[in-house]
């Protein structure tokens, strides 16, 4: 059976429950993170919760326990379920409340974490690549709803995920308010022109992703010269090489963007490089849950 931490106990998944008071359901008032645990090792927990408590610092959300205690709380829920490769949901919200907005009604944020045996995206979208479509729903604003907040806003990464599928791609291209390319509707972008490896700075409006970041170090560990900068879609059909990079997706090609195809429609070999790269070190860099 699978067993959920919620608020201090252990609970059956068919017992996992929280009011319907709780103002992360009612609002998506909360933070949360998507975590990857490679053969027990749960890649880049640090990092992972470093950004948790940045957004709930941001939104003035106090998360109830130090790094340290919902670190052993995620290795023992990872433990109970016995997992070795797993994906983990960390969720905290602002809790029960009125049914106002004002967060001052809500005394105690709800804690939950579930861990999940991993469902592995299917080989082949690793080696055929994706294909993609840039969206009319832009990215919120940063003066709006900052992106680098990971909340339980998801809407306007519904609503672009809701205009990829109806165009029949695989995934949506956000771009924010100037046209420029931000990100994915759950994953970050790279482009590689000449040999050079290019990812949008966060601020033009995109979540700065862990997986995004290992990936900058990786290209530069292995020489690759990588920049942060602006660029649009023109950018982006005459790329040498595109692809995306999460949590659950690791390094995905892109063979294709609007119609356009990416140069032979293949995936990049620095995309491939970068991947193999990236597979050999996920079960270092984390925390061991059975050491
Ligand atoms: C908007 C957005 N941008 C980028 C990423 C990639 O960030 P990480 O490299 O830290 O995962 C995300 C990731 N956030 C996210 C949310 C839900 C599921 C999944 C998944 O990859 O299954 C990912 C995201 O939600």
Request: aromatic share 8%; hydrophobic share 40%.
């Amino acid at each position: 059976s699978q067993w959920i931490y919620v608020n201090g106990q252990f609970v059956n998944k068919n017992e996992a429950v929280i009011s319907v008071y709780d103002h992360g359901f009612l609002y998506g008032d909360g933070v949360f993170e998507g975590i990857r645990v490679y053969s027990g090792n749960v890649f880049q927990l640090k990092e992972h919760l470093d950004r948790l408590y940045a957004s709930a610092h941001s939104i003035r959300l106090t998360i109830p326990y130090s790094k340290e205690e919902l670190t052993q709380i995620i290795v023992n829920t990872v433990r109970k379920n016995e997992l070795s490769s797993a994906y983990i949901r960390v969720v905290i919200s602002r809790g029960e409340g009125d049914l106002g907005l004002d967060p001052r009604n809500c005394s105690n944020p709800s804690v939950i974490v579930i861990a999940e045996a991993l469902s592995i995206y299917s080989q082949d979208l690793y080696e055929n690549g994706l294909k993609l479509v840039s969206v009319a729903t832009r990215r919120n604003r940063p003066d709006v709803l900052s992106p680098q907040i990971k909340s339980l806003n998801y809407l306007n990464n519904i609503l672009v995920k809701l205009e990829s599928t109806q165009s029949g791609a695989d995934e949506a291209l956000m771009l924010n308010d100037q046209g420029y390319v931000t990100e994915g509707s759950a994953d970050n972008i790279f482009i590689v022109k000449n040999g050079v490896i290019i990812t949008p700075p966060v601020y033009l409006g995109a979540l700065e992703g862990i997986t995004r970041n290992v990936i900058i170090d990786v290209a530069r560990n292995l020489n690759y010269q990588i920049e942060e900068r602006p660029f649009t879609t023109h950018d982006v059909y005459i790329a040498d090489e595109v692809f995306l990079t999460g949590t659950a997706a690791e390094v995905i090609p892109v063979i294709e963007v609007d119609g356009r195809p990416i140069q032979n429609g293949k995936p990049g070999e620095i995309t491939k490089h970068l991947l193999h790269t990236f597979r050999d070190l996920v079960t270092t860099a984390g925390i061991q849950c059975y050491p």
